[in-house]
């Protein structure tokens, strides 16, 4: 694998969550994680213009890495001083250091075969089926002003939305003097009733739940839906415990690391820290000759 040792500068423009009528703005130095709480800085920021923008950024910095998108990778197996990694079209990819950013039970099922130990920790980590409901209200249905930037519902309350973020309150990208944007999010462990409801039912029922919590007085204009089937990773009771087991089966598969939502945090500013720890020490084995440094990085997209 080929480390870019590169350091860079520039600035990432954020939105920090407030008074989004007030337009307040940041600049994140580079490294600091979208979210990131910061001294004397807001707690919550996102990246300005929307979070596809992370992507397209990181796209294009890896322009020129060997990225095969729609390719999953199918096997793992260690061979000699690196691993092969088998691929869903056929082909292989022979490398000397492997990040796994999959969800742990997708991990679980490539690295079975060289640690059960390893495979059975991590099949232990349950997910969850989630979706975002994003609705767009004129103004003037709103049968009071919003307080804050949204709110929870605590699993008692047997609703089907989880939580709310009033995104055109906290985002001053998203203000807009005529237009109200709501973003729902559903399911939680033990709760999939929402994952049976066709798209126009769900609608409905968070709206009628919006109505029952806000008081408003019309109907959305439009809506955008994101189902998630086990998209959401649960630290459940011997979580810290699973991540202990994989931490030491790790060890004797030398090269191999582990990252994502399911393991030391399901926000962004968690995975973006954790992903910078397995990169480092992926650099430092380099610049310790461990890994050679010879063969271009290859990245393969499920």
Known sequence: AKAAAASRSASVPVATAGDAAAGSRA??????????????????????????????ALAARAASDDIRLGTAATSLAREGAGYHVGLSDGTSVEADAVVIATPAFVAAGLLLAESPVLGAALAGIPYTDVATICLAYPRSALGRPLGGNGFLVPPV???????????????????????????????????????????????????????EALGLTGRPTSH??????????QYVVGHQG?????????????????????????????????????????????????IAAAQAPSEVGA
């Open 27 to 56: 600049t994140a130095p580079a490294g600091t994680a979208p979210g990131l709480a910061r001294a004397g800085g807001a707690t919550l920021v996102t990246v300005e213009g929307g979070l596809a923008r992370l992507i397209d």
């Open 242 to 290: 699973r991540l202990d087991t994989a931490d030491r089966e790790l060890a004797a598969l030398p090269g191999v690391h582990l990252t994502g939502s399911g393991y030391r945090g399901v926000g962004l500013a968690s995975c973006v820290a954790d992903a910078e720890r397995v990169a480092t020490r992926i650099a430092e084995s380099i610049a310790a000759g461990a």
């Open 224 to 233: 955008h839906i994101e189902r998630w089937p086990l998209g959401m990773p």
């Open 157 to 211: 309350e047997g609703k089907l939305v989880v939580g709310c973020t009033f995104s055109s309150e906290k985002w001053p990208h998203l203000a807009d003097e005529e237009t109200v944007i709501i973003r729902c999010m559903v399911g939680r462990a033990g709760d999939t009733r929402w994952a049976g409801l066709d798209d126009t039912t769900l609608v409905a029922q968070v709206h009628a739940e919006l109505v």
